[in-house]
């Protein structure tokens, strides 16, 4: 356990890095959001006070949402 849990933990950061990465060059909602005037921190704090307080059914529909006019921070 404790002697290769510093190896998991670097493979799980380095798994979140990755689809990271692929999120960035693939996603066209995601980068249609990175263009807005708002910081990435800003960014993935909105979305995750989405997460928190309404249930979306995909990732794409909470995307869809972050992008329309009604959403403050948008």
């Given at each position: 356990?404790?002697?290769?849990?510093?190896?998991?933990?670097?493979?799980?950061?380095?798994?979140?890095?990755?689809?990271?990465?692929?999120?960035?060059?693939?996603?066209?909602?995601?980068?249609?959001?990175?263009?807005?005037?708002?910081?990435?921190?800003?960014?993935?704090?909105?979305?995750?006070?989405?997460?928190?307080?309404i249930?979306?059914?995909?990732?794409?529909?909470?995307?869809?949402?972050?992008?329309?006019?009604?959403?403050?921070?948008?």
């Open positions: 356990g404790k002697k290769n849990l510093s190896v998991i933990f670097y493979l799980l950061n380095l798994l979140a890095f990755i689809t990271h990465k692929i999120i960035e060059r693939g996603d066209r909602l995601y980068q249609r959001c990175r263009e807005g005037k708002i910081s990435l921190r800003e960014m993935w704090n909105g979305l995750r006070t989405l997460m928190n307080k249930v979306f059914e995909s990732w794409a529909g909470m995307l869809e949402f972050w992008l329309c006019d009604d959403v403050p921070g948008s």
